[in-house]
């Protein structure tokens, strides 16, 4: 059985980076798929952060490019996420997931972790 | 950027059947996702490539796409079945990405 497990800290200051972790079990990474971020404000919907593929190949959402970085670690089996200069509104549940390509949807999704943006 | 449009709710009474909407621009040209979501729960595939369903997912759930509109169909809706779903596409302009719509919230009554 496939797992994601997010992981970092729930509190980063504005303008600081916010570093998330997702460790994968039960499937090796560098066996394909792509493994992506989406993240959730509170009380809003879903949006798409971004996702790569094992070799390292990378799509992301062009409203968050220029302070988004997706990496994958397959020593480590787990894949990161990286994003900088934040400030209140990237305050949000971010979800690490799984798909067999990044056009299609994911089928298998972590629990999701808050991270608060605040002084 | 393309964009995907859904009702904020949409009400049904149990045993009838809801019909959740999610617009774009010549939507029926591209594959379309559902996903259902429950408070404090991440979201779970309910319909893929329009009409699709995953193990798993009661053929109650079913879903069409035409035009400029997608339909997620719920029939015999369930209590169970109360909560968040969203669209999903996927935008191959020149910066490919994910889109998700903005979600509709079902109310079972």
């Known amino acids: 059985q496939v797992q994601l497990q997010e992981s970092g800290p729930g509190l980063v200051k504005p303008s600081e980076t916010l570093s998330l972790t997702c460790a994968v079990s039960?499937?090796?990474?560098?066996?394909?798929?792509?493994w992506g971020w989406i993240r959730q404000p509170p009380g809003k919907g879903l949006e798409w952060i971004g996702s790569?593929?094992?070799?390292?190949?990378?799509y992301y959402n062009p409203s968050l490019k220029s302070r988004v970085t997706i990496s994958v670690d397959t020593s480590k089996n787990q894949f990161s996420l990286k994003l900088s200069s934040v400030t209140a509104a990237d305050t949000a549940v971010y979800y690490c997931?799984?798909?067999?390509?990044?056009?299609?949807?994911?089928?298998?999704w972590g629990q999701g972790t808050l991270v608060t943006v605040s002084s | 950027s393309y964009v995907l449009t859904q009702p904020p709710s949409v009400s049904v009474a149990p045993g009838q059947t809801a019909r959740i909407t999610c617009g774009g621009n010549?939507?029926?040209?591209?594959?379309v996702h559902w996903y259902q979501q429950k408070p404090g729960q991440a979201p779970v595939l309910v319909v893929y490539?329009?009409?699709d369903r995953p193990s798993g997912i009661p053929e109650r759930f079913s879903g069409s796409n035409s035009g400029n509109t997608a339909t997620l169909t719920i029939s015999r809706v369930e209590a169970g079945d109360e909560a968040d779903y969203y669209c999903?596409?996927?935008?191959?302009?020149?910066?490919?990405?994910?889109?998700f719509g903005g979600g509709t919230k079902l109310t079972v009554l």
């Open positions: 997931a799984r798909s067999s390509a990044a056009m299609v949807p994911c089928d298998y």
């Open positions: 039960g499937y090796s990474i560098s066996s394909g798929y792509y």
């Open positions: 790569i593929y094992h070799s390292g190949s990378t």
């Open positions: 010549n939507i029926g040209s591209k594959s």
């Open positions: 490539d329009d009409s």
């Open positions: 999903q596409v996927w935008d191959s302009s020149s910066d490919p990405h994910v889109v």
